[in-house]
Nanobody
Framework: QVHLVESGGGLVQAGGSLRLSCAAS????????MGWFRRAPGTEREFVAT????????YYADSVKGRFTISRDNAANTVYLQMNSLKPEDTAVYYC???????????????WGQGTQVTVSS
């Protein structure tokens, strides 16, 4: 069993930055890929970014590429999402998840956090 807790969400103006954190407990965190997903109001949950177990490999959705950075600290069992140049369309609930493989598909992620709200005002 894995327990994930996201933090760092909030209200920010367009062009601003936020850093999300996801603290994990329960399993060997460093053995797994981690991902960030988001769900905007009235839409399906979508992929944002993923990072492999070592942190060497990362992949981003086109909509956030160049603005968001995913990273991890295996010693601290934490994964981060640095979000810069935020846009109103980034407004969503952001979720972190543990992946069995390094993947953009939600089907490969077994454990999910409760989510943290990010609201970007124009």
């Amino acid at each position: 069993q894995v327990h994930l807790v996201e933090s760092g969400g909030g209200l920010v103006q367009a062009g601003g930055s936020l850093r999300l954190s996801c603290a994990a407990s329960g399993r060997t965190f460093s053995s797994y890929a981690m991902g960030w997903f988001r769900r905007a109001p009235g839409t399906e949950r979508e992929f944002v970014a993923t990072i492999n177990w070592s942190g060497i490999s990362t992949y981003y959705a086109d909509s956030v590429k160049g603005r968001f950075t995913i990273s991890r600290d295996n010693a601290a069992n934490t994964v981060y999402l640095q979000m810069n140049s935020l846009k109103p369309e980034d407004t969503a609930v952001y979720y972190c998840a543990v992946g069995s493989i390094y993947s953009t598909s939600q089907n490969h992620y077994s454990y999910w956090g409760q989510g943290t709200q990010v609201t970007v005002s124009s």
